[in-house]
């Protein structure tokens, strides 16, 4: 017998068909949160609260023999608990109207081109670079990750070109709905049940691929401690990274490869380690200044490699003289299908990491990039030299591929 799951409002009972309300008062168990199941007070049947261990519940729930009715807010297959459900155990899914749906009629705004994201239960890490440029953002957030919380991450990362729509106990008897600056947000108070709605005032600042270097904070005086614009482009081509990779940036420095990829996996996780703590504090700034949030830790690689998740792309840029170790973590940490680019720039390091990979079980490939740049000479123009490096780029050999 198939579990009906039915989505309702903060108005309870009073948003539902009557066809639904025969269902839940029919039923032998009720499942739902405190919340939701308060609305029923005269049940008569068995309640069963969700609060934990969720999945596990329902999947036992799935194997009774029983009239089974579970309550869900909104729309169950909007950031709910339907998309899991389905997967596990038959269900019929009757949704009601979403809270993004309600939010956007209170203030007159379409939402069929906006940005949807929930910060309800997940980490705000990485919002930054996911609406960075969305001119319209719908967030679902929650009492930790409130409404406060993210003015004042949004203000951390410079994004003032939005004003908000806050939307909270929609449908509730303390329904309210503002319109604020974000410095009014982050100084008001609001209840845990609240939809927040950004629109873009004007255009913010859009860096291409191949940011300039004088663009990013590094160490002085001794500046040129970071991965050169060119070879940076060409070392994120190798990686292959997709709007949901998860990447390793080893030896980040200025965080320039990191904020670099941050930007085209907006859906994923980058994640950096550095060893100069001066070197940290700059990476810090540069993921303030072009809104890519990622984690970056102090120390010297492999260790703390172990806090990551498996990559799907590693970018070393400096191997700290213990190449063998790194890349023997490195090669077993990474997806089957990922890729890891190094910048060498000497001849024996090359040598050595090509028999490490292929002892490993990588194929690699070598490509040495020799840059000059224009600079005045009085009324005329030279070319300057870079120093030469190497792009090392592995993957793992297919069978029978040698």
Known sequence: MPIKLIGIGDNGVHGLHPQLIEWIENAEVLVGGERLLSFFPNFKGEKIVLKTKIMRIVEQLGKRNQNIVILASGDPLFY???GLLSKKIPVEIYPYISSIQLAAAKFGISWQD???????GRPIKGLAQKIDGKKKVFILTDENNSPNTLAKYLLEFGMTEYE??????LQGEEERCRK???EEMEKSSFSPLNVVILVQTQEAKKWPLGIEDEEFYQRKPEKGLITKKEVRVLSISALN???????WDIGTCTGSVAIEAGKIAKEGKIYAIEKNEEDIANCLRNQKKFRVDFTVVHGKAPG?????????????????????????VCCQRLKNDGRIVLNLATIENLYESIKILNRLGF???????????SKP????????????VFIVSAKRKEDGNE
């Open 241 to 247: 990274i997709n709007p949901q990779s998860v990447v």
């Open 164 to 169: 908000a729509y806050i939307a909270e106990n």
């Open 114 to 120: 906006a940005y949807f994201v929930s910060i309800h």
């Open 363 to 373: 194929h690699t490939e070598v490509t040495q990039v020799q840059i000059a740049r």
């Open 304 to 328: 703390g490699l172990d806090e990551f998740p498996d990559p799907d792309a590693i970018f070393i840029g400096g191997t700290g003289g213990n190449m063998e170790e790194l890349l023997t």
């Open 180 to 182: 604020m600056t974000l």
């Open 377 to 388: 000479i009085l009324s005329l123009t030279r070319l300057a030299p870079l120093n030469p």
């Open 80 to 82: 709910g608990i339907g």
